[in-house]
């Protein structure tokens, strides 16, 4: 038997407790996917190196429950913890089936002398779950901890930025990869697979998103169609590596670059440029979204904004930064910047780049080149 060790990457139980006590919440019960591989290493998201555990939640719920004192207790299907495998948990509740996992949580709440008690529960927490607990115990009151879990995950360890990183370079090799292989007469459909097998070939345990666009055709969903010549390709794609996503956007066009694409792209990479200059420590989300808007009237460009970007790390989009929010950008946080504008009706140019924010600066992990390739 070869015992298999399971670690989160850059769960902080001590920020973790000081957050818990600042909000009066004695307990909190985890079930999302992320958070409970965040606080445990238990491998039950979709990259995971077998995803079964994430295939199989409807059939063998999750959940990791953490108390005032530190205690970590992970309840799940027995089959993942046997043959010598460890989770970061002081204890572990097991179960057969859905029926005694249910079971299994009732009884254990029922244990934790959980009276009188404020219990943080994740907005997407099962409701069964909640009901568990109401049923069961006379809670001092349930409360949403999204924002305690959104601020801890912010802030990523130097493990967390190694993954980021690494993920970045498997999205950048990939890019060069189809830079080689796009011309006109592919389908977009054969060009979705080719980036998904590269990623994995590149390294990726998983993938994030493929959104590519041919000319003015909808990059959310897979439509089947050819690339035709004078059309500008957008591949915004995202692998994952062990949990840990990437965001990049670069682009190919099937001829000469109109001189009017050529000039408005490099206008949408300087500004940019410019935001992610400005995303230092102790700016806020807010502020850059000002800027952003300032810029595009300083370029005579209508406000095509919506945000001027993101946070990532256990999730493509993990905190959105626009001026609703107030976000202050903090030394560990790993964001995207992304600014777009229309070149004709229903294509967009812009760019997109992954900086670090650290103590004094902000770092870019991007490295692309950011010229439109001609194919």
């Not at 010549?229 to 957008?234: E, F, I, M, P």
């Amino acid at each position: 038997m070869i015992p298999a060790i399971f670690e989160p990457y850059g769960f902080n139980k001590s920020r973790l407790l000081a957050l818990m006590k600042e909000r009066n919440v004695d307990a909190i019960l985890l079930s999302t996917p992320e958070n409970v591989f965040y606080t445990t290493g238990y491998p039950c998201t979709p990259s995971a190196g077998n995803p079964i555990l994430y295939a199989l939640k409807n059939q063998f719920p999750l959940f990791c429950f953490i108390e005032a004192d530190g205690r970590v207790t992970l309840c799940v299907w027995i089959g993942a913890v046997l043959h010598g495998v460890q989770y970061a948990a002081d204890h572990i509740e097991m179960y057969i089936d859905k029926k005694g996992g249910i079971e299994t949580l009732k009884n254990f709440f029922v244990g934790r002398d959980l009276d009188g008690k404020t219990i943080g529960v994740e907005s997407g927490c099962p409701y069964f779950a909640v009901r568990l607990i109401e049923d069961n115990t006379t809670p001092g009151g349930l409360v949403v901890i999204d924002d305690i879990m959104q601020s801890l995950r912010l802030i990523k360890s130097p493990r967390e930025v190694e993954m980021i990183l690494q993920c970045t370079k498997i999205a950048e090799a990939t890019f060069s990869e189809l830079a080689g292989i796009i011309k006109p007469g592919i389908t977009r459909p054969d060009l979705i697979q080719e980036a998904k097998y590269r990623m994995i070939k590149n390294g990726a345990t998983g993938i994030g998103h493929v959104t590519i666009s041919f000319g003015t055709s909808n990059p959310e969903v897979s439509i089947e169609e050819k690339l035709e010549t004078d059309k500008l390709v957008a591949i915004d794609i995202g692998p994952v590596f062990n949990g840990y996503a990437a965001d990049i956007r670069r682009h190919v066009y099937t001829g000469a670059v109109p001189e009017r694409l050529a000039r408005l792209y490099s206008t949408m990479c300087g500004i940019v440029k410019e935001i992610g200059r400005l995303s230092v420590p102790g700016t806020t989300a807010k502020e850059l979204h000002e800027r952003a808007l300032k810029l595009y009237e300083e370029n005579d460009l209508p406000p095509y904004i919506i945000n001027v970007g993101h946070s990532i790390g256990l999730q493509t989009e993990e905190v959105w930064l626009y001026n609703g929010t107030d976000l202050t950008l903090k030394p560990g946080m790993v964001i995207n910047i992304e600014l777009y504008t229309s070149y004709d009706e229903g294509v967009e140019i812009g760019d997109e780049e992954t900086y670090l924010i650290t103590e004094n600066e902000t770092m870019q992990l991007t490295s692309l080149p950011l010229d439109i390739i001609t194919v």
